[in-house]
């Protein structure tokens, strides 16, 4: 399969490269900003990394009509940001939804076209937990991640008649560069708040999107997925 990652350069974008590599599938992830990074895991796996801001239309679509075919997408790009909500600027809200949500929209759209001419495709995109419990300090994020929600589930009502799956995951709280802001007495309270008792890895949320993109998940489409060790419950 021919599969497109935004945001595979670290965490869980990096994960889901390593995942669909291993098992010889041809990958391309884009990127933003970090060069070197993207060129370890171009090396390290084999795919091909695409440096574009998915905030910006014209990059998505300068990219992706140079790919020639999409069965998968995975829309895992996003930023994240600590504030309160009365100190949120309007360039931190306006930047947060272009990436987080804009920025998942405007690459869906050009993917789209092709999966549609072709009759089939997987769109998984990757929200946030905090997208259905809503986070203190993070009212742009938590509403971001919300959209994204509603973008599945309107996309998978109108792109299931081409035999197109649109789901949406939404971890918790996972190891990653994202989360590495948070102090460990942080991370330790976030772990004791999960019912499993212990923070997610990247790989798992991986396997996930490995799962949603299989045959064997044809038939489920529409559908929020949490991989938060049970705190969303």
Excluded at 80 to 108: E, P, R
Excluded at 122 to 143: D, F, L, P, Q, T
Excluded at 195 to 207: F, M, N, T
Aim: with cysteine; hydrophobic share 45%.
């Amino acid at each position: 399969m021919n599969i497109l990652i935004t945001g595979g350069s670290r965490g869980i974008g990096r994960a889901c490269v390593e995942r669909f590599a291993a098992d010889g599938h041809s990958v391309t992830f884009l990127y933003a900003k970090d060069d070197a990074a993207a060129a370890e895991v171009q090396s390290a796996t084999g795919a091909t990394a695409l440096k574009c801001d998915i905030s910006s239309s014209d990059e998505v679509l300068t990219a992706i009509k140079s790919i020639e075919s999409v069965d998968v997408l995975i829309n895992n790009a996003g930023i994240c940001g600590f504030c309160l909500f009365d100190a949120i600027t309007d360039g931190q809200w306006k930047q947060m939804i272009d990436v987080n949500l804009s920025g998942a929209f405007y690459v869906s759209r050009e993917v789209a076209k092709k999966m549609i001419a072709a009759k089939s495709g997987r769109i998984i995109n990757v929200g946030s937990m905090w997208g259905k419990v809503g986070a203190a300090c993070e009212v742009h994020y938590s509403a971001a991640k919300a959209g994204l929600r509603g973008m599945t589930l309107a996309l998978a009502k109108e792109l299931g008649p081409s035999g197109i799956t649109v789901n949406c995951i939404e971890p918790g709280v996972i190891d990653t560069d994202m989360n590495s802001a948070l102090s460990e007495d942080d991370l330790s309270a976030l772990a004791e708040d999960t019912p499993l008792g212990r923070i997610g890895k990247p790989s798992e949320v991986a396997e996930l999107a490995y799962f949603l993109a299989s045959d064997k998940a044809s038939f489920i489409t529409g559908q929020i997925i949490g991989i938060d060790g049970g705190f969303a419950i």
